[in-house]
C-alpha cells in the first residue's frame, strides 16, 4: 500500500521551481508565440486606442505600425496588403517563425533529486 502512495505523492515546491525554470528557459518562445497570436488576431481600426507613442504625439504612420500592420496581414494571407503596409512585412514573418522552430522547447527530463 506504501508503494502506491508514493506513486501518486508529488514535491510541490520542487514541481512549482520545474514550472518556473521551465518558463525562464524557453520566455523567449512564449513571447514570440504570443506575438504571433496577438498579431493574428489584432483588429486594426482607427476608432480603437493604439499603443503606439508616435500615434499619441499626433503622426499618422510610423514604421512599427506598419510592419505590425503587415505582419497581421501576411499572417491572415493577405499578401497585398502586407506588402503595401510594409516591404519587410512577409520577410519579417518568414524570420519569426523560423526563430519560434529554432527555440522551440525541447523534452527535457527534469529528475526530482532525493
Not at 480603437?48 to 503587415?70: D, T
Not at 496581414?73 to 519569426?96: D, K, R
Request: aromatic fraction near 18%; hydrophobic fraction near 45%; glycine fraction near 6%.
Amino acid at each position: 500500500m506504501q508503494h502506491l502512495e508514493n506513486k501518486f505523492s508529488y514535491d510541490f515546491p520542487l514541481l512549482i521551481n520545474q514550472c518556473f525554470y521551465w518558463l525562464k528557459e524557453n520566455l523567449e518562445w512564449i513571447f514570440w508565440i504570443g506575438a504571433v497570436f496577438l498579431l493574428f488576431f489584432m483588429p486594426f481600426q482607427d476608432e480603437l486606442p493604439s499603443l503606439c507613442v508616435y500615434h499619441a504625439l499626433g503622426w499618422e504612420n510610423c514604421f512599427g505600425c506598419g510592419i505590425g500592420r503587415s505582419i497581421h496581414y501576411c499572417l491572415n494571407g493577405q499578401w497585398q496588403e502586407s506588402w503595401n503596409m510594409h516591404v519587410f512585412g512577409i520577410p519579417a514573418t518568414c524570420i519569426i517563425f523560423i526563430r519560434i522552430i529554432q527555440i522551440r522547447p525541447r523534452k527535457s527530463k527534469l529528475h526530482a533529486t532525493t
